[in-house]
């Protein structure tokens, strides 16, 4: 924890810093006609990016821009990618820092290095990529939208049919990596929540985002203030249980502003900087919980759940049933609480609608499945089941 600690303090310095060594482009400003370049076109000879020009852009924990290249003839006939999209080193310090101290971006890199082409349906293609210090980097992504491919927000209501492909993508993803061997391998990178770098910051940043919401004047249900409490005070319990049972690769931030929807009917997610090792129950309620209106989830949450556990079967995986599936999503459905909790404390790292649309579905939610009962009763138990 000390030496964790350390590490994190030298991250959160090179973060704040207005200049950090990196080995290659980190910003839209960096980019040339020859990166690009290089990046899109090297198996086809002669073609060549002429120009190119950001069409829109936000700034939040990345950079974002989508990009309009034009290419002379060579490329043109080779039918090369008219626009790409663009991540890279945040703006704002201050989430700069806590990329740098979560070492958001080499997780998202690393994926794309080592796990994205296992399961090339959950997340767009990588052209080219660049890592250096204190977050800075740059991610050239396919533009889902060129081929007709949507993107959501946060605070829109999707339909049921996109939640239903993206539990088949989680399904798919999890399945995948069910109790892998590669964690031990080349995927040893991929952490449980206590091992994940800066995790001493990061709950004591939580606890002061809990502080903060709870004395902010919010309405709040008291079993929801009571969740809050006990999520303060039992944290070390409760991130041990929370690495009980198989772990999988978990995407760990599944809310709907990551998401995209292709034209042939599969959908997969967007922004792979905070995966971890848990049990890929967590993957489905933090996003149910915290992107689905509140009456289509109470309508169809037990049958998404069923449809999770069937996909997972069907790609090998049997040791998860309904009933446990069910208590499992209980249970997790607070880490989608707190994630909106912190967000509403934490402004910048979201859209005002987004934090306000967020924080009333995983109110709502956690109210609903009773999750003050179920962390009790874990707690009881001291297992999760």
């Not at 703006?91 to 794309?112: G, H, K, Q, T, W």
Request: charged share 25%; hydrophobic share 45%; glycine share 8%.
């Amino acid at each position: 924890m000390i030496a964790d600690g350390v590490r994190s303090l030298g991250r959160l310095a090179l973060g704040l810093s207005p200049w950090a060594p990196s080995a290659g482009p980190r910003s839209l400003e960096d980019l040339t006609p020859e990166y690009l370049t290089r990046a899109l076109a090297g198996a086809t000879p002669g073609a060549e990016v002429a120009a190119f020009a950001p069409t829109d852009g936000t700034s939040g924990t990345t950079d974002r821009h989508r990009l309009k290249l034009e290419w002379n003839a060579a490329g043109a006939a080779a039918g090369l990618p008219e626009t790409v999209f663009l991540k890279s080193t945040p703006i704002v310090a201050r989430n700069r820092a806590l990329c740098s101290v979560l070492r958001m971006p080499p997780n998202e890199l690393d994926f794309y290095r080592l796990v994205r082409d296992a399961v090339p349906s959950v997340a767009p293609r990588a052209y080219a990529m660049s890592y250096g210090s204190g977050a800075r980097f740059l991610l050239l992504l396919e533009d889902l939208g060129a081929s007709g491919g949507l993107t959501y927000s946060l605070a829109q209501d999707a339909e049921l049919r996109h939640f239903e492909d993206l539990i088949d993508a989680l399904a798919t993803l999890h399945a995948a990596f069910w109790e892998s061997p590669r964690f031990q391998t080349d995927l040893r990178w991929v952490k449980a929540q206590r091992q994940r770098a800066g995790y001493g910051m990061l709950t004591a940043l939580f606890k002061a985002c809990r502080r903060k919401v709870l004395r902010s004047g919010r309405q709040i249900p008291e079993p929801a203030r009571r969740l809050t409490e006990l999520l303060t005070r039992e944290s070390r319990t409760l991130a041990r249980l929370f690495e009980q049972g198989p772990r999988t690769f978990a995407h760990g931030d599944t809310h709907a502003g990551n998401t995209f929807a292709r034209t042939d009917g599969s959908a997969g997610f967007l922004d792979w900087q905070v995966v971890h090792q848990v049990h890929g129950v967590r993957d489905v309620a933090y996003m149910l919980c915290v992107s689905m209106s509140t009456d289509l989830r109470r309508t169809n949450e037990r049958d998404l759940i069923g449809r999770y556990v069937t996909r997972l079967s069907e790609r090998g995986i049997r040791d998860l049933n309904e009933a446990t599936a069910w208590e499992l999503y209980r249970i997790f459905a607070v880490d989608g609480w707190d994630a909106v909790v912190t967000t509403a404390a934490f402004a910048g790292l979201q859209d005002p609608e987004n934090v306000e649309r967020a924080f009333a579905r995983g109110l709502a939610a956690v109210i609903d499945l009773d999750c003050l009962d179920a962390i009790e009763r874990a707690l009881v138990r001291s297992s999760l089941l």
